[in-house]
Nanobody
Framework: QVQLQESGPGLVKPSQTLSLTCTVS??????????WSWIRQPPGKGLEWLGT???????YSNPSLKSRTSISRDTSKNQFSLQLSSMTPEDTAVYYC???????????????????WGQGTQVTVSS
């Protein structure tokens, strides 16, 4: 029932910032026990987690990309967004948004499995 749809540019120039938006339908991004994530897959490589925004608006990012990554949300539009700065050709990938199950132990949050995915959007970095 939950559907996610990525939108944004398919082509980004080196050194520019990528901005993608994920529009969610069939469920609210403020619902407890879920996180909203960005994942990418470069050609011929595996999936790479970029970051997640939780329902309390806290964000967590891949340490290798944290300095370049910003994730935000617009609850009025039921959307969340990714900004990835200083793009290089190595950032060329299919970018996905997805919903993650979040488990709270009482002292910490655990990022669990994804249950819904967007279709993905190809982003190419080239001059």
């Amino acid at each position: 029932q939950v559907q996610l749809q990525e939108s944004g540019p398919g082509l980004v120039k080196p050194s520019q910032t990528l901005s993608l938006t994920c529009t969610v339908s069939g469920g609210s991004i403020t619902t407890s026990n879920y996180g909203w994530s960005w994942i990418r897959q470069p050609p011929g490589k595996g999936l790479e987690w970029l970051g997640t925004i939780h329902t309390d608006d806290r964000t967590y990012s891949n340490p290798s990309l944290k300095s370049r990554t910003s994730i935000s949300r617009d609850t009025s539009k039921n959307q969340f967004s990714l900004q990835l700065s200083s793009m290089t050709p190595e950032d060329t990938a299919v970018y996905y948004c997805a919903r993650a199950n979040i488990y709270y132990t009482g002292s910490e949050y655990i990022h669990g499995e994804y249950d819904y995915w967007g279709q993905g959007t190809q982003v190419t970095v080239s001059s």
